[in-house]
Structure formats: structure tokens, C-alpha cells
């Protein structure tokens, strides 16, 4: 199917562990997101990449590493999970950051760390 | 730092009603905005784009304006319906970032 799809939806994981969150789109679009959404905070940067092998820190990277080996995929790592990381994170992809275009997102993953 | 606002934070209406949500920006300088829909536990939903240079775009019984000078969009939804219950998140795209307001829950009242 088209579009851009994350995985898992739902996850729980103890504090300190490693922990990855898998974002793939099919439109090879060249910009990528990963945003985290948290109550009374709305959506925030954490990283983007601009393509393949190019990525680049947002408002919140710490305690967060990402990878784009592939144009297609571009997965989240926690490091070392903390509760503060708990929360619902959404991935978005565009076809251009300097062009008026949308950006789509994922269904989202919801992560628990307890 | 660009901030977003939108206000109300909740609004409820009965079903029929026409209806305006707004947000506002305080840097001018955007690439475009973007209102988007989130159901309870969904992802994000594009309803309408309006780039920098516009004006305002129509979808349906939707209607999104843009005054980039004074830093405020509006969206208006016509003759709203339950189906329309929702938060509505309003983005500026700035040179590497989608700026987000923290939303309106809209519930349409049957």
C-alpha cells in the first residue's frame, strides 16, 4: 500500500533499554521527520533528514539517534529509554522542504516506558 | 522561535452551526500553512495547504485563510457535522521545521 506506514503502533519497553521505531514511505519523498506529541506541548522536532545519508537534529534530539541508509526508511533509536521519552511519536515525510508542499504522517507509535 | 497559537483549546457547537478556528504565528517568514485533522488516537490528516503567497484555499465546506503579514490563519468549517468532532492542528513551515499550535478540540453536537 502507498503512503507512509510506522511500526509498532504500540510498544512498552523498560527504562534503559534500546529501542527503535521503524518508519517506511513509499512516495520517495526526500525529506523525513520524526516528531514526539505530548500534552500541553504539541508537536516537536526531534530529527529530519533531508535524504539518504543526510540527517540533522530538530528541537528535542537528545537521547535520540536516526539513521537513512535508504530513501524509503528512516528509523528512530532510544538509546537508552527513559519515562520522559514516553509518548506518541509520528513520522512525516515531504516531497520538498523549500517547495510549498504537504507533509504527510504516519499513524503513529505510542511509546510507554515504564 | 517560532510559537504557534491556537485558540479556543476546546470548542462545542450544535450540529449545522458554521464555525472558525484560529491560529496564529509570530514569524512571518513561512514557506506555507497547513491545517491538519487528528482523530483520538490517530495519525495526522492534511486537510488543506496554503502556501505563503495565498490567500486562502477551499475544500468542501472547508475554508482556510491566510494573513502572513499579521501572523493569523483561520479555518472555517460550514454547516459542521458530528462527523467533524476532531482536533484541529494548524503547522507553519518554516526552513527546516513544521511548527505546531497545540490544537482545538472541536466536538459537533448531534
Known amino acids: 500500500d502507498a503512503g507512509i506506514t510506522q511500526s509498532p503502533r504500540y510498544k512498552i519497553t523498560e527504562t534503559g533499554r534500546q529501542v527503535t521505531l521503524m518508519c517506511h514511505q513509499t512516495w520517495s519523498h526526500s525529506y523525513m521527520f520524526w516528531y514526539r506529541q505530548d500534552l500541553g506541548h504539541g508537536l516537536r522536532l526531534i530529527y529530519y533528514?533531508?535524504?539518504?545519508?543526510?540527517?540533522d537534529k530538530g528541537e528535542v534530539p537528545d537521547g535520540y539517534v536516526v539513521s537513512r541508509s535508504k530513501t524509503e526508511n528512516f528509523p528512530l533509536t532510544l538509546e537508552s529509554a527513559t519515562r520522559s521519552q514516553t509518548s506518541v511519536y509520528f513520522c512525516?515525510?515531504?516531497?520538498?522542504?523549500?517547495?510549498?508542499?504537504?507533509?504527510?504522517f504516519g499513524q503513529g507509535t505510542r511509546l510507554t516506558v515504564v | 522561535k517560532q510559537e504557534v497559537t491556537q485558540i479556543p483549546a476546546a470548542l462545542s457547537v450544535p450540529e449545522g452551526e458554521n464555525l472558525v478556528l484560529n491560529c496564529s504565528f509570530t514569524d512571518s517568514a513561512i514557506y506555507n500553512l497547513q491545517w491538519f485533522r487528528q482523530d483520538p488516537g490517530k495519525g495526522l490528516t492534511s486537510l488543506l495547504l496554503?502556501?505563503?503567497?495565498?490567500r486562502e484555499q477551499t475544500s468542501g465546506r472547508l475554508n482556510a485563510s491566510l494573513d502572513k503579514s499579521s501572523g493569523r490563519s483561520t479555518l472555517y468549517i460550514a454547516a459542521s457535522q458530528p462527523g467533524d468532532s476532531a482536533t484541529y492542528l494548524c503547522?507553519?513551515?518554516?526552513?527546516?521545521?513544521?511548527?505546531f499550535g497545540t490544537g482545538t478540540r472541536l466536538t459537533v453536537i448531534p
Open positions: 512525516a515525510s515531504s516531497d520538498s522542504q523549500q517547495m510549498n508542499t504537504e507533509a504527510f
Open positions: 503547522a507553519v513551515k518554516g526552513a527546516n521545521n513544521l511548527f
Open positions: 496554503i502556501q505563503s503567497s495565498q
Open positions: 533528514s533531508a535524504a539518504a545519508d543526510i540527517t
